[in-house]
């Protein structure tokens, strides 16, 4: 799968008149419950089956003496959601928090396997942050912890940047509007943008932009200096901004940090491609083809 180079038309937009010339072929069979189209149905099935196994499964320990404080259960404690809506609950956790923070993982831990300096200095900032709250290795990182580790926060902010884990974003236009530089939207348009690409453009993020450098998101003084969600897209910005973000900081930073303070990953680069970079996998979320094979 080929990515847009830096160069490329970052916006594609699609007026709703433009439909596809296959539009017709897979109403039918959806109307006949036919070839992929039952297929499909089934899947759909299968899937809501599954999530809703484990409401009807949360409801019930609810409802015995097992306290359980995770989410889905203080949403089953509230009483304001029916099955249905704690059954999308479960599906969005599992399609976008799951996916999305393995994807991340994976390309970041490809990335400091190349970086010696970057991950002691990660293991240096664990080891910091351990003496300070008084814990050991393998005990679990505390939210004050995970927060204090500012570096190893920006070394996953510049991964992402580099291989966003969901690389292209779609949205619609509600209404006529103008882009800032100047570009008509016509009500009900579709109106692609590559995080990919605008993660490498030089008038963004600089010459440097190829490099893999944690440092641009630090102040002088050591802290996480963020940048505005319009330039770092990659949990998206305005009233459609990533819900899970903060949590999924929190997953990746317990992991990376775990990982690395008591483990050496050295990558087996079989399943590189051309440059020594891993062939990319494009589906919903920017995956690696054959994963990240790795000795520990």
């Not at 940047?161 to 579709?190: C, E, F, K, M």
Request: proline share 6%.
């Amino acid at each position: 799968m080929e990515f847009p180079s830096s160069s490329s038309l970052l916006l594609i937009l699609l007026p709703t008149h433009a439909a596809s010339p296959t539009a017709g072929p897979w109403k039918v069979k959806k109307w006949l419950n036919v070839g992929k189209e039952r297929r499909l149905k089934k899947a759909i099935a299968d899937v809501h089956g599954f999530a809703m196994e484990i409401v009807r499964s949360r409801r019930q320990s609810a409802s015995g003496e097992e306290n359980r404080d995770d989410v889905l259960s203080r949403f089953v404690a509230s009483d304001e959601h029916g099955d249905e809506a704690l059954r999308d609950i479960v599906l969005s956790f599992l399609i976008a928090g799951r996916e999305t923070s393995s994807s991340a993982l994976t390309w970041f831990f490809w990335l400091v396997s190349s970086r010696p300096d970057v991950v002691a200095r990660i293991a240096d900032e664990v080891r910091s942050v351990r003496s300070m709250a008084g814990t050991r290795p393998g005990d679990p990182f505390t939210f004050d912890a995970l927060r204090d580790m500012r570096y190893l926060h920006a070394a996953l902010t510049e991964s992402m940047r580099l291989y966003p884990p969901v690389p292209i974003d779609s949205q619609s236009s509600a209404a006529d509007d103008t882009l800032p530089d100047g570009t008509h939207i016509g009500a009900g348009w579709n109106i692609t943008y590559s995080a990919y690409a605008m993660g490498r453009l030089a008038v963004i993020w600089g010459k440097d932009c190829a490099e893999f450098k944690p440092e641009r998101w630090l102040g002088d003084d050591g802290a996480f200096r963020p940048e505005s969600p319009f330039r770092y897209t990659v949990f998206h910005a305005g009233p459609r901004t990533c819900l899970g973000k903060e949590m999924a900081y929190v997953q990746m930073k317990s992991i990376a940090a775990s990982v690395l303070e008591e483990f050496a990953v050295d990558v087996v680069r079989k399943n590189a491609g051309s440059g020594g970079v891993p062939e990319h996998v494009l589906s919903v979320t920017l995956r690696m083809k054959g994963g990240l094979p790795v000795q520990i």
